[in-house]
T-cell receptor, first 118, second 114 residues
Framework: GAVVSQHPSRVICKSGTSVKIECRSL??????MFWYRQFPKQSLMLMAT?????????EQGVEKDKFLINHASLTLSTLTVTSAHPEDSSFYIC??????????????FGEGSWLTVV | DAKTTQPPSMDCAEGRAANLPCNHS???????VYWYRQIHSQGPQYIIH???NNETNEMASLIITEDRKSSTLILPHATLRDTAVYYC???????????????FGQGTELSVKP
């Protein structure tokens, strides 16, 4: 299957600072990328959908000014957690789909990024 | 997107077939059934998807009932590495709306035992 890579896999930041997580599609052009958050022993929660070159669409209850999403190219999307607090500590996962039928029918996930805010 | 119902947990003996059921009684005609699995602390892994016909690939088989209200994922010879949470998701075809997003339920925690 197609490859989606996230970086960093683990990050620790101080409360009040911002942290950026990158999501790259390595072997296909991702017209749409999705960002999820997962707390321990819970399912994945969709945060937002981003299409290349346009503003992200956030799910209800997700603060768009806190979780900044940029999808500037067909292979890269970034999630920036601004003014992070300990309650933002979580597993953040990105996924991507392509624009053609061969890569658009399936969504592929990155490895996830563990964020710990201290 | 239609909701799905899965048992919270299942056990399976190593080497035997694992049959994971999923109910999606409100599925509509242009919605697909997707299966993903998540091994602890990793991103979900795509397994298989189908619309109305049964599907098979190198990982698993997907059996969809004729009325499309339920499906079963079959891992023909389960191994210890198949221990994971399995998610059955009903997804609108991506070309009908913006992106065809995946909404995860609680899934089934499959434990494969020696």
């Amino acid at each position: 299957g197609a490859v989606v890579s996230q970086h960093p896999s683990r990050v620790i930041c101080k409360s009040g600072t911002s942290v950026k997580i990158e999501c790259r599609s390595l072997d296909f052009q991702a017209t749409t990328m999705f960002w999820y958050r997962q707390f321990p022993k819970q399912s994945l929660m969709l945060m937002a959908t981003s299409n290349e070159g346009s503003k992200a669409t956030y799910e209800q209850g997700v603060e768009k000014d806190k979780f900044l999403i940029n999808h500037a190219s067909l292979t890269l999307s970034t999630l920036t957690v601004t003014s992070a607090h300990p309650e933002d500590s979580s597993f953040y996962i990105c996924s991507a789909r392509g624009g053609d039928r061969s890569t658009g029918n399936t969504i592929y996930f990155g490895e996830g990024s563990w964020l710990t805010v201290v | 997107d239609a909701k799905t119902t899965q048992p919270p947990s299942m056990d399976c003996a190593e080497g035997r077939a694992a049959n994971l059921p999923c109910n999606h009684s409100t599925i509509s005609g242009n919605e697909y059934v997707y299966w993903y699995r998540q091994i602890h602390s990793q991103g979900p892994q795509y397994i298989i998807h189908g619309l109305k016909n049964n599907e098979t690939n190198e990982m698993a088989s997907l059996i969809i009932t004729e009325d499309r209200k339920s499906s079963t994922l079959i891992l023909p010879h389960a191994t210890l590495r198949d221990t994971a949470v399995y998610y059955c998701i009903v997804r609108l075809h991506p070309f009908y709306n913006q992106g065809g997003k995946l909404i995860f339920g609680q899934g089934t925690e499959l434990s494969v035992k020696p």
